[in-house]
């Protein structure tokens, strides 16, 4: 079973037509959940960590908020330009922190003009 | 980008050849990682390094070993490459440990192996 799952696999949008991605996870202890986007042929490029339910973050048209379960993504009268692969990772409460996070498979967003 | 260059950004390579990533990194992170992403799969941990001469084992480490000799530098050596091992890699820091602090990328390494 994954411990982090994201759902749509992909979705596609009309300019400024809001929708929310979601991230569900299964961790015991969570220690952090990351928002990344990635655009093709790049690396992921940090957004937002959370850390506690009921948490939220903001940049942008872009909002992230947090419950013991999953994650949302909120997008708000998106651009073209936001079209990516959205990612979410999480890492768990073991060890002393250094070892990495677990991803999920992302969410391919497409924004059409 | 956070100061972090991989190389080759492109290599292609046969069957049970060794092959050595490069990840460079300008910061002076003390934590430093190695990923591969796959489609189906997502990004998957490898290696990682807590310090000089400092690492550990990921979730997918078997045919791979890696060495950081130096703050700034830390490989990747697929011993013998084999066409499982056909990915794009990915070198990520961090300046504490994380859930303190998020990692950042390079722009990967393609890596395919015929």
């Known amino acids: 079973e994954d411990q982090v799952t994201q759902s749509p696999e992909a979705l596609r949008l009309q300019e400024g037509e809001s929708s929310s991605l979601n991230c569900s996870y299964t961790?015991?202890?969570?220690?952090?959940l990351f928002w990344y986007r990635q655009d093709p042929g790049k690396g992921p490029e940090f957004l937002f960590t959370l850390y506690s339910a009921g948490e939220e973050k903001e940049k942008e048209r872009l909002k992230a908020t947090l419950t013991k379960k999953e994650s949302f993504l909120h997008i708000t009268a998106p651009k073209p330009e936001d079209s990516a692969t959205y990612l979410c990772?999480?890492?768990?409460?073991?060890?002393?922190?250094?070892?990495?996070?677990?991803f999920g498979k992302g969410t391919h967003l497409i924004i059409q003009p | 980008d956070a100061g972090i260059t991989q190389s080759p950004r492109h290599k292609v390579t046969e069957t049970g050849t060794p092959v050595t990533l490069r990840c460079h990194q300008t910061?002076?992170?003390?934590?430093m990682y190695w990923y591969r992403q796959d489609p189906g799969h997502g990004l998957r941990l490898i290696h990682y390094?807590?310090?000089?001469?400092?690492?550990d084992k990921g979730e997918v480490s078997d045919g791979y070993s890696v060495s950081r000799s130096k703050t700034e530098d830390f490989l990747l050596t697929l011993e013998s490459a084999t066409s499982s091992q056909t990915s794009v890699y990915f070198c990520?820091?961090?300046?504490?440990?994380?859930?303190?602090?998020?990692?950042?990328f390079g722009n990967g390494t393609r890596l395919t192996v015929t």
């Open positions: 390094s807590y310090g000089v001469k400092d690492t």
């Open positions: 990772a999480v890492q768990e409460y073991s060890g002393g922190g250094a070892d990495g996070l677990t």
């Open positions: 910061e002076n992170h003390r934590y």
């Open positions: 961790v015991s202890g969570l220690r952090g």
């Open positions: 990520a820091i961090s300046d504490r440990a994380l859930g303190n602090s998020p990692l950042h």
